[in-house]
C-alpha cells in the first residue's frame, strides 16, 4: 500500500538544540560519575539495618551493637575424620584454638578462662569430630574480612583431619564473597547481551552504540542519585537492589531506545528533515513511554507500604532508575540520533519518499490469522497459560539458608557435619538479652522449652545478660522456627526481665514473616495503583480490566512454569521468600508495557480505522519492536542466572522467562483476541466504544457487527 509522505515542513527546533542537550548531559556526567563510583560504600547486607526497626531480632542486634567491641562475629570449627580422630588430631585442634584465641580473644592472654565455663574444645560422641566456637568482635572486621584469615590460620593439620569452618559469620562471608564485585560483573555482562542483541536487531555496525551510549548514561545518573537518595533520606540499598538497579535501567532503557527508534525510522520515510522526523518520532512515541515509565514508577513506589527495610527501599531506588531511564530516552538519545543523521541506520538507511510503500509483513499475517480464529486464539492461549499455571502444586517452600548457594561453601557444609556428629548443636544459636536480676528465671524456662538443646548463659553489660540457646533441630527448618517461637513465649511471660530472643534463624523468621505482611499489603496496592494509570492512560474502563486480567494470569503461568524448572529440572529444594514479590512486581509493572504500547497504539489507530483495523494496524506496526524490546528486557534479566546466588537465579529465570510468556504469547496472541471478541466495547465508556463513524470517514463494518464478524 502506498502512503503519501507528509510535507518536510520547517524543523521546530534549530540545529544548536541536540547539541545544546548533549552539552548538558556531558556537564552532567562530570559531576553524577564521581557519585555513582561512591554506591557501593553505602550498600549493607546486615540484618539490623534489613528489618524493621520493632523486629524482636532487630532489638537483639541493636543491644548486640552497642556492646563494647559491638556485636560478634560467630565462627564454628568442625575437625573431623573418618574412622576416629587420633591424638595428633586432638592436639592439632587445641594448637589452632590457642592460636586463634591469642590473635582474637584478648582476655585470653591476660587471665585464664573461667573453669566454670568448661573446655573450650568438644568431641563428639562417636570419637570422629571436635569441634570449638570462636567469638570474634566486631571491631577486628566484618564477616568478609575475617572469614578468609580465620581459615588459614587454621591450614596446618595432619593429612587425613578435615575442616569445615561455619557458623553465622563463615556464611555471612560466604554470602559476602558472593556479593563482592557483582556491580560491575552484572554490568559488564550485560552491556555485553545488550551489545550482542542490538547488533543483531539493527544488524547495524553502528546504531546499536548509540542506545548503549544513552542507557549507560542513565544508569551512571542512577546510580549517583540512589547514592544521594541513601545519603540524604536513610534508605536500605543492599548488594542485591543495587544489582536489580543495573538490570531494570539498561533493560528498560533499551527498549525504550527500540519503540523510539522505530517510530523514528518512519517518520524518516516521510520527513526529509531529520530533526523535524525526530519530533514527529517523539510526539508518537513519547505518550506511550511515559505511561510505561509511569506505570512501573507506580508499581515500584508500592514498595514504600512495605516494613522490610530492603524491600522498602527498593521503591524509590527502582523509581530513581526508570525515571534516569525515561529522561536520558527522551533527551540524550534523539539528540545523538539526530546529530548523527541517517547513516546512522547503514546499510539500511530509511529514505525519504513522497510514496512510501507499507508492506503487511509477518505480524500483518499473524493479525489477520488471529482475526479468523479469535476464539481459537483466546482459547488456546489461556491453555497454554493454563498448563503452565499448573506447576504452582509443585515445591514453593522456602528456601533455607545454607541452600542459597549453587556451589556450597565451606560454611553449608560444616553445617551438615556439625548436625552429623553433634546433633545437639545442630541449630543456629538464639541469643537472649535479658535484665540480670530475672536472669536465672529466664534460664529457668528456657531450659524446660521442648526443642531447645543447650543453654548457655553469658556476660552482664550495661544492664543486659545475654543467654546462647542452641536448638535442636535444623536451621531454617519449621521446627527450629516452632524452638523460637516457644522460646519467644516462655521468656516473654517472664514479668520484669524484659527479655528478647534474636540471632540468625530469629533474623530470617522475621524476615519471612515481615515479608509475608509485605506481601498482602503490596500486591493488591500495585494492582490497584496499575490499574488506574491504565485507566488513564487508556480513558477507558474496560480495557484495563481486560490487559490486567491477562497480566495477572501470564504471573501465573509464569511462576508455575518456572517452579517446574527449579524443582525438576535444577533441583531447587524451595523458593526464596522474596522472590514472589520482586517476580510479582517486575512482571506486571513490565509485563504492563508491552500491552501498553500496543493498546496505545490500537487506540489512536482505532480513531481513524475502528477497533478491528486498529488493532490489526497496531499489531502489524508494534510487534517486531515489542518483541525485540521483550528479548532484550528478558536477556538483560537473564544476567542474573550466571550469578552464583540461588535467590538471584530464581528472580532472573522467572522473570526472563515471564517477560518473554508476555511478550510472545499475551501481548502477540490473546489480548489481540479478546479485543477483537469484544469489540468498540473494549474502549467503554470513552467516546470509541460508541457506533459513531470513525474520523477515517467511514464506518468500520467490523465495528458494527463486532464481534460476530470474522469469527
Known sequence: MAVNAAPTGKAP??????????????????????LSAKLSSVTTDRAVDTLPAGAESTKVAVLEDRRPGGDENTFVFVYHRAGGLTDADRATVQRHYDALARRYLPRTTSAPADEDEGPPTRLSADGEAMMFTLEVSAARGAPETLVGPVRDAAKDRPAGLELDVTGPAAIDGDLDAVFDGIDL???????????????????SPVLWFVPLVAVGAAALTAMATVYLLVKGFGIVIN???????????????????????????ETLHHHENVRVAMVHALRSAAPAVVASAATVVAGLLCLLAADLNSTSGLGPIGAAGILCALVAMLTLF?????????????????????????????????????????????????????????????NTGALRTEDQFLSAPDSVTGFTVLRQHFPELGGQPMTIFTRPAEQERVLDVV?????????????????????????????????????????????????GAEAVVGGPSAERLDTEVTTARDQKLVIPLVLVVVLIVLGLLLRAVVAPLVLMATVIVSFAAAFGGSVFVFDTILGFPGIDYEVPLLAFLFLV???????????????EETVRLGTREGMLKALSATGGVITSAGLVLAATFAVLVTLPLVMLVEVGFLVAFGVLLDALLVRSVLVPALTLLIGRRMWWPSRLSRPTEPRHGRRSLADEKEPALHR
Do not use: C
Open 13 to 34: 527546533v534549530g540545529p544548536w538544540v541536540p547539541w545544546l542537550v548533549i552539552g548538558l548531559w556531558v556537564a552532567l556526567a562530570v559531576v553524577m560519575v564521581p
Open 185 to 203: 560483573q552484572v554490568l559488564l555482562t550485560t552491556i555485553v547481551v545488550v551489545t550482542l542483541l542490538l547488533v543483531l536487531t539493527y544488524r
Open 239 to 265: 548488594d542485591q537492589n543495587s544489582a536489580l538497579l543495573t538490570i531494570l535501567v539498561f533493560g528498560v532503557g533499551t527498549d525504550y531506545a527500540l519503540l523510539l527508534i522505530a517510530r523514528y525510522r
Open 334 to 394: 534523539p539528540a545523538l540520533l539526530v546529530v548523527l543523521g541517517r547513516r546512522i541506520f547503514w546499510p539500511a538507511i530509511p529514505r525519504f519518499s513522497t510514496a512510501v510503500v507499507e508492506k503487511p509483513g509477518l505480524w500483518g499475517r499473524l493479525g489477520a490469522a488471529i482475526s479468523r480464529r479469535r476464539w481459537v486464539a483466546t482459547v488456546g492461549s489461556l491453555g497454554i497459560l493454563a498448563v503452565l499455571a499448573i506447576g504452582l502444586t509443585g
Open 447 to 495: 531450659k524446660n522449652t521442648r526443642g531447645v538443646a543447650v543453654v548457655v548463659p553469658g556476660r552482664t553489660v550495661d544492664g543486659w545478660t545475654d543467654i546462647s540457646v542452641f536448638p535442636k533441630d535444623a536451621p531454617d527448618t519449621t521446627a527450629e522456627y516452632d524452638t523460637i517461637e516457644r522460646v519467644r513465649t516462655a521468656v516473654h511471660a517472664v514479668s
Open 589 to 603: 509493572a513490565l509485563g504492563v508495557d508491552y500491552n501498553i504500547f500496543l493498546t496505545s497504539r490500537a487506540r
